[in-house]
């Protein structure tokens, strides 16, 4: 019986997920990003699938929870193409978060370099673009781009799931015009 | 005719499976709630993979590099052999000792290549992964030898090509059925054996072999894991419901394959969406738990192919 | 042709014979005459085996023969022949291996010792299977049991005379109740012609049920049945790893024969149950040496108790001969014998190149233990590509030689099925228990491959392994291609041991190699399998080739999740059959030990755990030990008469002659 209510719930039951255009900007609010990611990108059949892996490199866990959000069923980042994976070796972006500690930037290095090119480097919030609050600090390296190269920047503290998507499909889309 | 006959068979088996995946997933997403990808994900996916590079393991040998070969030639084999388009094609290489054996071939080298990059993470879902496959082989051969008993023959194919709906006539191969659901549940790494969207290492099954191989390799992998998949859907498609049943008196001409086809990719939507429904109504049970599992498929073929016995 | 295979049969004998006298010149150049003419005789022998299986049409052949005192003292036949040429052929190539592997291992062992040993053991196989008298029979198996005891202890170590005892000990007594057996069917005489065996029918059952049982424990016992088993899995380990492969490969096969030679007579006048003693304690062995194989950690272990299970697969399929024979279903009969003689084959093949491999992998690693291994595939990647093919036979996979063996089994058990034979309850029961132990051999076979081949090298030694040389290569190289070549062509192998009308006769049954639509390739399904097989893979290498780029490749460390990972931390063999352990818990008998010791004493939290894990057998501990100290009581008690005193030994003898004068009248 309690079955049969899960799957009257399931079958027809509200569909939680957002709207594309109720968060996702008109075409003409694209920015124009490098030129490298755009042949990246188009290289990887036009971005239509692609595969992250996402590494904390020392984060307040703050970007995490975001990062945990796009998963859900409101923002359903998988509609767009986009999934999260367990190995950077099946990856096709990896999004770092947080300022790179000292301890952790072995460990973005490596997974940068374990993933196979062309893979797309991705930096969540303002920690990773800059170095954020922990700037000059003698624990972190700062951000990202001191580690490995950077393709695209979502600033924040966090960034909302939305403006983390808005950043990645501007990108994606600026690419497959 | 036969051999052309196999090789459409296996070509259309490979071509529908990113679909059938795809199709699970979207499934899956709309009954909880979501959104979910474009059932076409898979191909892109694919497509994507086999544009890029590799990166093998520093420990890696030339096992690492066979694997992906082997373990989607032995799926293909089974794609061609196994009657999923059930035209009346009777393939003489469908006796289910070796099925099962060539099946259990590809379980060995996906096994070899999650222990040889030498992570422990791929150890580890190797010995499940083995694990499960050898103890699901004796239940595989139950479920199989019972559908024989019913229909008096060792090939598959003429378990489903001779033109009777076994279950109707041997009311026990109902359970054997359900075995064999089991079982395919169990070999493709699905609910509750394994989460096939896991991504907690240590919770990994069919994962965590494949964590260390990349680009081309891993769409073959992926490509096998699918193709599998679609094996065993149709297999007990056809055992539920044998095309040759609906389309009697069609050859092989135009028309006829043109139909098959047509119950194929019914088939595919329908047991896709039963596949989505059971997984999420039910929770993946623990890794130790599973002799019980394994021993309800055994216990539930062997009643199939007892009650068939002396029915 | 047929005029000079005696002679050839001869000169095999003569020569192994030779070359186990060879040695005893003492010099560099006879030890090596003695291996050359060790390995040149053994070949010459395959080949006269060879050429009569070839030839055909003669089911039996005298060798030696002096007309005025006996009839034939040496004689062979089809069964004889298909044992005897496996016999030959995997003693040249344990020869050839010898020649390596004995020069590696120079100063461990004592060569001209181990040179005779080695050729009196083959020449005592080899005359068992030729025997044609009692007497004969009996002389070469102790001379085989006796040279194998003292090549086990060939090490001199305290652990490998400890095992070569035992090893004595348990084929002494079965060699005892052969000897018995073959005094009953003989009527007290044990110079009688197997020919005239048939006469041992006018014996009553009671009579004849004994001698069955006596054949059935003595040479159930030499290979290795369960409970029988105890000694095998301590002496295989103990010998040089090219004894191991003789024993394990051939010994219990010679052993399998002996009760098919005498089963085959005794069999047809007894009551049918005793077929299912024989499949009872087939399946039972079968089950028992799988799981332990995959629990053992010493590679020669491992490899021992898949010998066990392998021997119980046989006497399984012997058993179902036996109840097809009683049945009165002559195919299953014919069925299960050809699955026999190919999987006698076969695993007299891989058993052997896995032995041989596993000695060369000992020379590179320095130990037996699975967990000093790893990474070998890197380093030795040829050998590893032979050593694959021979672990997928013992795993019964397609499209290898063991994998027809089986499928012929189980196929004509399942038309016996079909055919509605009377108890197929039980046969689907031997068939179900038999699918349960392939899948469990698959894993064994697996973790044997997987953890001493793949992964990064658990020790220093595995990390220094240098590719094996050219000998090494070739006698695994030689088995494995067999291997294949059986995979490809069983039907051809069971043409040629069995003669054309047993196959066409098969054939009509219309099972056993499912006929391919409008093509007389009824015989060359297997062949067709492998090719379709190899067609799939090559499509899919083709698919990678020339789709994708084949340039686009970079070697980096695997993936560690950001920590550097050591070899420490990759799954042991141990790990790896953890969760079969847990599962068949019920069934094993393991001892886990976890202990704690704190480093300070302050802290308990801190400590040092040493984790043991103890893998006993429940025979050892209910059967054998409680047997031991029974005899030793015994002995003891047996003291006693030890007087010292001449005049009560005298006594003693006197009673006996008295007792037994009281016996004779």
Known sequence: ???????????????????????????????????????????????????????????????????????????????FGLSFVASPRHADMVWVTGPVTRNLARAVKTTYEAAPQPCIVVAVGDGACTGGIWKDSYAVVGAVENVIQVHIKIPGDPPTPTEILRGVLRALKSAQR | MMIIFAIIQAFLVILVAPFLIGWVRLCKARLQGRHGASPLLPYYTFLTLMKKEIVFSTNASWVFRTVPFVVLGTTVFA?????????????????????????????????????????????????????????????????????????????????????????VVHPGLALSLAALVLVSLAENARYPVDNPATHLELTMVHEAMILEYSGPYLALLELASWTKLTVFVLLIGSFLLPSTYLLAGVDYTLVGLGMAVGALVVKLIVLGGALALLETSIAKMRFFRMQEYLAYAFVLGVAGLIITLIV | MIEILPRLFVLSLLGVLASAFLPLIRSRLAEWAAQMVFIMSTLVGALAGFLFLLVGGTPFLGIISFPAVFSTILSIDSLSAAFFTLVCLVSALCGIFGLRYLEDYREKYHLPTLLAGTALFVLGMQGVLLAQTSISFFFFWELMSLSSAFLVMAECSRASIKAALFYLTMTQISGAAILGGLLLIGDGSLSIDFINLSAAADLPVPMLGLAFGLFFFGFGSKAGLVPFHAWLPEAHPQAPSHISALMSG??????????????????????SWVAYVVVGFGLLSALYGVLYALLERDIKRVLAMSSVENMGLLFTMAGVFFLGMYGGNQALAIGSLLALVIHVWAHGLFKAGLFLSAGTIITRTHSHSLEAMGGLAKRMPVFAAFFLVLCLSAAALPPFGTFWGEWMFLSSIWQAILDGMPGSIVLLLIAIIMVCVGGLAIFAMVRLFGISMLGAPRSKEAEAATPAGGIYRFTMAVPALLLVLMGLFAPLIVRMVFGLETVQFVQSGNYFFPPLAGADTNASSPLIVGLALLAAILFCYALRRLWSDVRRERAYHQWD?????????????????????????????????????????????????????????????????????????ISKQARRLQTGSVQFYMFLLFLALIVSLILAL
Not at chain 3, 250 to 271: D, E, S, T
């Open chain 1, 1 to 79: 019986m309690y079955l049969l209510k899960l799957w009257g719930r399931l079958f027809f039951g509200p569909r939680v997920t957002q709207e594309t255009k109720d968060f996702l900007p008109k075409d003409s609010e694209l920015e124009q990003v490098g030129h490298e990611l755009k042949s990246t990108i188009k290289s990887l059949y036009g971005g239509r699938s692609l595969r992250i892996r996402a590494v904390d490199g020392g984060s307040t866990n703050g970007e995490e929870i975001e990062l945990t959000a796009l998963n859900n069923a409101y923002y359903d980042i998988d509609r």
């Open chain 2, 79 to 167: 794609a061609a052999v196994l009657p999923l388009l059930t035209l009346e094609g009777i393939s003489p290489l469908s006796h289910f000792v070796l099925i099962s054996g060539i099946l259990a071939l590809g379980s060995v080298f996906l096994v070899l290549g999650g222990l040889d990059s030498g992570s422990a993470f791929g150890g580890m879902g190797a010995s499940r992964e083995m694990t499960i496959a050898a103890l699901v082989e004796p239940a595989f051969f139950v479920t199989l030898a019972g559908f024989g008993l019913g229909s008096g023959t060792a090939m598959v194919s003429l378990m489903i090509g001779n033109g009777v709906v076994g279950w």
């Open chain 3, 250 to 271: 051939v010994m219990l096969k010679v052993a399998l024969y002996g009760f098919l030679r005498f089963g085959f007579v005794i069999g047809p006048f007894l009551p």
């Open chain 3, 561 to 633: 999740c950001g920590q550097p990972i050591t070899p420490g931390m990759e799954y042991t063999a141990t790990a790896f059959s953890g969760p079969i352990r847990f599962f068949f818990r019920s069934l094993l008998r393991i001892r886990k030990e976890i202990v704690a010791t704190p480093m300070v004493s302050t802290n308990p939290w801190m400590a040092r755990r040493t984790y043991s894990l103890q893998v006993r057998s429940i025979w050892v501990e209910y059967g054998y030990a409680p047997m031991e100290k029974l005899v030793f009581w």
